[in-house]
């Protein structure tokens, strides 16, 4: 995250964002989960590529959420209207 991005975003920007991230996380877990597809994959490279990108997504996405957290908790971001730098 940007230092613009955090001196910039708006309650409404952050809370949409956090959203977004949300989304791809519950996206990224659900279409990780075994199928038909998922078993033709897993036997053609033993599985290590889904697993290793479904890792990073997650690892990417959970940093983005904590980033956003973190300039909550800096705005002091309780509400639309409190959500204001110290």
Excluded: P, W
């Excluded at 920007?13 to 956090?18: F, G, T």
């Excluded at 033709?40 to 890792?55: A, C, Q, T, W, Y």
Aim: with cysteine.
């Amino acid at each position: 995250m940007t230092q613009y991005e955090k001196e910039k975003m708006t309650y409404r920007e952050i809370a949409l964002e956090k959203a977004k991230v949300q989304g791809f996380i519950e996206h990224v877990e659900k279409e990780s989960k075994f199928n038909g597809r998922s078993v033709l994959s897993f036997l053609s490279d033993f599985g290590v590529g889904n697993v290793i990108e479904k890792g990073e997504a997650l690892k990417s996405a959970n940093r983005r959420l904590e980033q956003l957290k973190a300039v909550e908790r800096y705005k002091n971001c309780i509400s639309e209207v409190t959500c204001k730098k110290h």
